[in-house]
């Protein structure tokens, strides 16, 4: 049973930084892309970032374009999203996700497998 674990939320002012982890078991993701996406109170989820199995394809959604670095370790199979100079409306709870496939996506529904969430709370 493939398991998706996300560890690194919190609490921090605005203009901190943050390292979000997300520790897959259950399978490898092999050539399988893989992403992140959040989720303010009333509001639909949106897309983060995303990375190829490789590490060498990165996209960037442009509210966090040069302060978000997406990153993988594929021999420990797990995901890392570290967050710097954050603001409060990045205030929001955190999904990582996994494809089976290999082509990088935006789209939530393009991903099979998600964790639990963390949240993470940016005060001014």
């Known amino acids: 049973q493939v398991q998706l674990v996300e560890s690194g939320g919190g609490l921090v002012q605005a203009g901190g930084s943050l390292g979000l982890s997300c520790a897959a078991s259950?399978?490898?993701?092999?050539?399988?892309?893989a992403a992140w996406f959040r989720q303010a109170p009333g509001k639909e989820r949106e897309f983060v970032s995303t990375?190829?199995?490789?590490?060498?394809?990165?996209y960037y959604a442009n509210s966090v374009k040069g302060r978000f670095t997406i990153s993988r370790d594929n021999a420990k199979n797990t995901l890392y999203l570290q967050m710097n100079s954050l603001k409060p409306e990045d205030t929001a709870v955190y999904y990582c996700?996994?494809?089976?496939?290999?082509?990088?996506?935006?789209?939530?529904?393009?991903?099979?497998?998600w964790g639990q969430g963390t949240q993470v709370t940016v005060s001014s």
């Open positions: 990375i190829s199995w490789s590490g060498t394809t990165t």
């Open positions: 259950g399978r490898t993701f092999d050539n399988c892309a």
């Open positions: 996700a996994f494809r089976r496939y290999s082509g990088v996506m935006y789209r939530a529904g393009d991903y099979d497998y």
